[in-house]
């Protein structure tokens, strides 16, 4: 059974940072990709970043490239979202996504396994 528990969401003001954290468990495997989608109140949930474990290639929005940093720990099986640089327009709800095999690394359908969100306020 896969469980994906993120942590780490707060509220900032605007030019703050946040880290959130993904931890993974009932999920292995060398090749698969791990993401966070956000989604904001009355929008489609969109990509923000992902990664692939095993060879640790990674992918951003172009909204958040060059202020969102994804990273992976193995030893702890844990994904992990540097933001920093906040804006009022990243508030939304983030999620943590996960699935074995993956083509298009942003798109929500490619994801089977889902955490429960949390919640990032910038104001």
């Known amino acids: 059974h896969v469980q994906l528990v993120e942590s780490g969401g707060g509220s900032v003001q605007a030019g703050g940072s946040l880290r959130l954290s993904c931890a993974a468990s009932?999920?292995?495997?060398?090749?698969?990709?791990m993401a966070w989608f956000r989604q904001a109140p009355g929008k489609e949930r969109e990509g923000v970043a992902a990664?692939?474990?095993?060879?640790?290639?990674?992918y951003y929005a172009d909204s958040v490239k060059g202020r969102f940093t994804i990273s992976q720990d193995n030893a702890k099986n844990t994904v992990y979202l540097q933001m920093n640089s906040l804006k009022p327009e990243d508030t939304a709800m983030y999620y943590c996504?996960?699935?074995?095999?993956?083509?298009?690394?942003?798109?929500?359908?490619?994801?089977?396994?889902w955490g429960q969100g949390t919640q990032v306020t910038v104001s």
């Open positions: 990664i692939y474990t095993g060879g640790g290639s990674t």
């Open positions: 996504a996960a699935d074995y095999t993956v083509v298009a690394a942003l798109e929500a359908y490619e994801y089977n396994y």
């Open positions: 009932g999920y292995t495997g060398s090749s698969n990709c």
